[in-house]
């Protein structure tokens, strides 16, 4: 496998230093978009986990990847995830000050992120096929992440609307990285195992594992959100958001799979990086960190 898969990749993948200021961040930060907000709270509470499970797999793969081009690219993209899981984790700190009370719902997350993803303490050939597991269920959520970042940077309703522009950046950011690094762990995935089967069932589950994820979780944090005018009825809030543009197309999770499972795919059929290599040249959390 090696060079060749990814030959046309030719970006080193690198951690930025950003620097976010919430304070002034209100409970509906997309104003009049309860439902849809909650849909984002969701990478503030549930995603940083999910990061640090995929920066401790990808660790765990480090030493079965002889090329050093990729051990780079695996290296910057565990810089790049912990840096997310830690910005987030900052907006969910304001969204608490607010009163939405999340912390039992983290540690619930933390935990079962913790028995499902971890290592399970296994050894040997268990260990490693364990491991290829992980590496194509993250595959298949990367390819997503990858997708819907290319949806916050290109999608103008966000900002139509109003959203705040400090949780705007903090998405159009995170967005932007997820498809400069959207590559990192197929090819790690390809280069340590590569098997279609095992591919083809963790991105099913990586699919609907997701979409289960954003509805259950979103939906909890509505019920959780204590203001007066949050509206009633979630699911036909988030139907709504999601037909006015608002929120993703829940359909992605199910209109990706043929694509993702054609035999030759590979992430840089995606389509062109501009929208991200410009956002991440002129994003004001990341110029504030180097200011
Ligand atoms: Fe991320
Ligand atoms: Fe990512």
């Known amino acids: 496998m090696g060079s060749a898969v990814y030959a046309d990749q030719t970006r080193a993948i690198n951690a930025r230093a950003v620097e976010f200021d919430f304070a002034t ?45 990729l051990r780079e690219e695996v290296r910057g993209f565990i810089g790049q995830e912990s840096m997310h899981a830690s910005s987030h984790e900052k907006a969910r700190e304001q969204l608490e000050r607010l009163g939405l009370d999340v912390g039992p719902m983290v540690e619930n997350v933390s ?29 298949g959520m990367e390819h997503y992440t990858a997708v819907i970042g290319e949806w916050l940077l290109t999608n103008d309703t966000l900002e139509a609307k109003g959203m705040h522009p400090a949780m705007l950046d903090l998405i159009r950011w995170h967005g932007a990285e997820e498809v400069e690094h959207r590559s990192v762990v197929y090819d790690a995935y390809m280069h340590v195992d590569g098997g279609y089967a095992r591919k083809a069932r963790q991105a099913l589950i990586a699919s609907a594992g997701l979409l289960v994820l954003f509805v259950v979780s979103g939906g909890y944090l509505f019920h959780k959100d204590p203001s007066q005018h949050k509206g009633r009825f979630w699911p036909l809030q988030l139907a709504g958001a999601s037909l006015r543009g608002v929120v993703p197309s829940f359909t992605t999770f199910i209109t990706e799979i043929p694509r993702y499972l054609r035999p030759g795919f590979h992430p840089s059929q995606l389509g062109p990086m501009d929208h991200a290599l410009r956002y991440l040249a002129q994003s004001p959390a990341a110029r504030a960190a180097s200011a």
């Open 111 to 139: 935990w079962l992120v913790d028995r499902i993803l971890g290592d399970h303490g296994l050894t040997g050939r268990a260990k490693r096929e364990w491991l290829c597991e992980r590496l194509a269920l993250f595959a």
């Open 25 to 69: 961040v209100p409970m509906h930060y997309i104003p009049g978009e309860a439902m849809a907000t909650h849909i984002i709270n969701v990478m503030h509470l549930v995603l940083p986990e999910g990061e640090r499970a995929m920066a401790q797999a990808l660790a765990e793969a480090l030493p079965l990847i002889d090329d050093e081009r």
